[in-house]
């Protein structure tokens, strides 16, 4: 991500929520991203489950991988990984176990969504995780003050100079390989190539530091900019964007013309979990449209349910809607399946760019 949530997941990776526990009460022990188990929902979900308690611990991508390996699947009922890091962590960790589809009602998702995530997370012929929230990182843009800005590399426009933003993260090396007319997903399995791809990104990234404000860590950082006139422009997690929006409708979210990028966090079951017919019971209940619009409202992102964005609350909506058309959602680069060595080559990349824009 990753995107809105990662600085508080990384913050709070620790963090757990709990509570005493009833004689004979069942534990569900998630591992998950900030927002994407609020009090609400928890409360909402033990109500109508009085003989589960939800525990929480907060952590992001390579947190999990970490922690799953470390156990050997254990400690944990139900992770929440992005779809891209389940396949090659498990082959190489053995940390999951295959779902038992007939569990989950899934004839609620969305069929492009699932359909995505199963071929991706499928292992001889058994399928590791299932979809639940979505989102895109692109181009925030103030309209009145840069309506030409269209791609992820029109951040580097002289004519800006001083006056964008961005994040030293993998989703701008991605997007400006992808503007540069490059396929970078496409090299994952040929790491020769992908150095090749992220030398040129990262090139045109050192000579874009005169149009760099500052480089943003979390979306605080990037709102105050935004909001203040301070950047004109940034890459930027839509959800982001979404609540810029709310309190300056110039301020918009623009999918590059490139492709936006896009993420899709799932649901999997850790190998050694002991409490699978607790994680069955929250999937169907989180995937719930009027559950999942609590989850919209908390964290911008959206659900991987049938008509997922028309659930979300009318201001996201209206935000979301206003950002996208249907062509632009069709050109989403999805996230592809990381690969060994592929993690390596990118920071290695964002070093050398962190070094050449040191002041």
């Known amino acids: 991500m990753k995107r809105h949530l990662f600085i508080l997941a990384a913050t709070t990776a620790l963090s757990v929520v709990s509570v005493a526990l009833p004689a004979g009460a069942e534990t569900l022990r998630l591992l998950t991203w900030g927002g994407y188990a609020s009090d609400e929902v928890i409360k909402a979900f033990e109500k109508e489950y009085s003989d589960i308690k939800v525990e929480v611990t907060l952590s992001n991508n390579e947190e999990m991988i970490a922690k799953l390996r470390a156990t050997g699947g254990s400690g944990f009922d139900l992770a929440q990984p992005g779809f891209n890091r389940i396949k090659a962590a498990h082959v190489e960790f053995d940390i999951y176990k295959p779902l038992d589809l007939s569990k989950i009602e899934t004839g609620r998702f969305d069929p492009i969504m699932f359909n995505r995530v199963v071929a991706s997370t499928s292992i001889d012929g058994k399928v590791y995780a299932v979809p639940h929230l979505w989102g895109t990182s692109g181009i925030m843009v103030d309209k009145t003050k840069a309506p030409d800005l269209k791609d992820w590399l029109d951040l580097c426009d002289p004519k800006y ?100 990028v896009g993420w899709i966090d799932s649901f ?83 070093e050398r760019i962190k070094a050449a824009t040191a002041k």
Do not use: H
């Open 268 to 350: 999997a079951l850790p190998r050694k979990g002991r409490a699978d017919d607790a994680a069955y019971k929250w999937i169907n209940f989180v995937t719930r449209p009027e559950i999942a619009a609590l989850m919209g409202a908390k964290t911008g992102a959206v659900t991987a349910v049938k008509g997922g964005i028309d659930v979300m609350p009318a201001d996201k909506k209206e935000a979301i809607k206003a950002a996208f058309t249907d062509a632009d959602i069709a050109n989403i680069k999805w996230a592809a399946v990381i690969q060994p060595g592929v993690e390596d080559i990118e920071g290695k990349t964002l």
């Open 161 to 260: 100079k001083g006056r964008t933003s961005m994040r030293l993260a993998r989703t701008i090396l991605v997007g400006s390989a992808f503007a540069m007319g490059e396929d970078p997903y496409a090299a994952y399995g040929d790491l020769k190539k992908y150095q090749e791809i992220m030398s040129k990104v990262a090139d045109r990234l050192i000579a874009c530091k005169d149009n760099v404000k500052a480089y943003w860590r979390g979306g605080d950082d990037l709102s105050a900019m935004m909001l203040s006139g301070e950047a004109v422009a940034s890459d930027t997690w839509d959800s982001t964007a979404y609540k810029i929006f709310a309190q300056n409708k110039n301020i918009v979210y623009v999918p590059p013309k490139s492709g936006a």
